[in-house]
């Protein structure tokens, strides 16, 4: 069953911004870490950024360094990335992941790694 729900994608101009979401169902994901990935057709799929369970740990990929913001409220359980300055190389399926944090503070930057999945948003960013 999927166990991640992503929002917020859509089409949008180079430079432009947009702010995805993520929503676990069926569960809490407070103590999970939590990440994105992207896959664009005939690509690798990519590290986006992660975040630890606690949130005092992130780390991003470094094509997205320095223009995308990764945070999670576990209050409300959910997590958002924002996006900004997007390139044309941004367009991609984006997913989100989670997996049970256990004893660590930081998150794993391997998909493999991780057991639950969103099934992806569509971001598309035009020149």
Same mark, same amino acid.
């Given at each position: 069953q999927v166990q991640l729900v992503e929002s917020g994608g859509g #089409? !949008?101009?180079a430079g432009g911004s947009l702010r995805l979401s993520c929503a676990p169902s069926g569960r809490t994901f407070s103590r999970f870490a939590m990440g994105w990935f992207r896959q664009a057709p005939g690509k690798e799929r990519e #590290? !986006? $950024?992660?975040? =630890?369970? *606690? =949130?005092?740990?992130?780390?991003y990929g470094d094509? !997205? %360094?320095g223009r995308f913001t990764i945070s999670r409220d576990n209050a409300k359980n959910?997590? $958002?990335l924002r996006m900004s300055n #997007? %390139?044309?190389e941004d367009t991609a399926v984006y997913h989100c992941a989670a997996v049970a944090a256990g004893s660590s503070w930081s998150a794993?930057?391997? $998909?493999d790694n991780y057991d639950y999945w969103g099934q992806g948003t569509q971001v598309t !960013? *035009? *020149?």
């Open positions: #089409l !949008v101009q #590290l !986006v $950024a992660v975040i =630890g369970w *606690s =949130g005092d740990y992130t780390y094509s !997205v %360094k959910t997590m $958002a #997007l %390139k044309p794993p930057k391997v $998909a !960013v *035009s *020149s």
